[in-house]
């Protein structure tokens, strides 16, 4: 397992068009979340998982984004009618609970620019 | 509401000196508080982290102070080299209880050569 994997790298969109990325946790984590970093700034939470269910959503995901993670593995983050101020590096991260949560891995992040 | 305040924004510093980055909490109820290193272009990576049971914790050059009372931590980093200059990033949880990691809005590290 090579970590924490993202995919595109990078996303030039359009003002409007809706875009989706997608994150593969480490195989054997069961939480997944979701960030929102933008210049100079640190990791926003956006949203994260348990399995396939979501468990806390933050005032950040407005209605213009959805996540899912169908089965519990792979996770989509979806920005519908995509605005300027939606540009910035999306970040997921996995970690493993039971009970406790274990360290959470990054991946490298999707860096949209919205134009 | 920010919470988790972090200090300074940006941090120079000789090699071979102490570079020391300060954060501030506000919940009671977090638990576990790491320190991320983030080089350009690339994910934050966790670098130490510790619990409020212990003061003190050392991993090689880095350390984190701990003082529960005052609701802060601090990274010390030793012994600064120039492959240390990055992005450091602190944060907290309520890790018993599963909630997200909150972030700092980071110090940019650069150390000389």
């Known amino acids: 397992d090579t970590g924490v994997s993202q995919d595109p790298r990078h996303k030039i969109t359009k003002r409007g068009q809706n875009v989706t990325f997608r994150c593969d946790p480490i195989?054997?984590?069961?939480?997944l979340y979701w960030y929102r970093q933008t210049l100079g700034q640190g990791p926003e939470f956006l949203t994260y998982?348990?399995?396939?269910?979501?468990?806390?959503k933050s005032r950040l995901l407005s209605d213009r984004f959805s996540a899912e993670r169908p089965k519990g593995s792979f996770s989509t983050l979806e920005i519908q009618r995509t605005e300027q101020g939606d540009s910035a590096m999306y970040l997921c991260?996995?970690?493993?609970?039971?009970?406790?949560?274990?360290?959470?891995?990054f991946g490298q992040g999707t860096r949209l620019t919205v134009v | 509401q920010q919470q988790v305040k972090q200090s300074p924004q940006s941090l120079i510093v000789q090699k071979g000196g102490i570079s020391i980055i300060n954060c501030a909490y506000e919940?009671?109820?977090?638990?576990?508080f790491p320190w991320y290193q983030q080089f350009p272009g690339k994910g934050p990576a966790l670098l130490i982290a510790?619990?409020?049971?212990?003061s003190e914790k050392k991993e090689g050059r880095f350390t984190i102070s701990f003082n529960k009372s005052a609701k802060q931590f601090s990274l010390h980093i030793m012994d600064s080299q120039p492959g240390d200059s990055a992005t450091y990033f602190c944060?907290?949880?309520?890790?018993?209880?599963?909630?997200?990691?909150?972030f700092g809005k980071g110090t940019t590290l650069s150390v000389s050569s």
């Open positions: 991260a996995s970690s493993f609970r039971q009970p406790m949560n274990t360290e959470a891995f």
């Open positions: 195989s054997e984590h069961n939480r």
């Open positions: 998982f348990q399995n396939e269910a979501q468990l806390e």
């Open positions: 919940n009671t109820a977090f638990d576990y």
């Open positions: 510790i619990r409020p049971d212990v």
């Open positions: 944060a907290a949880n309520n890790n018993q209880a599963g909630t997200a990691l909150i």
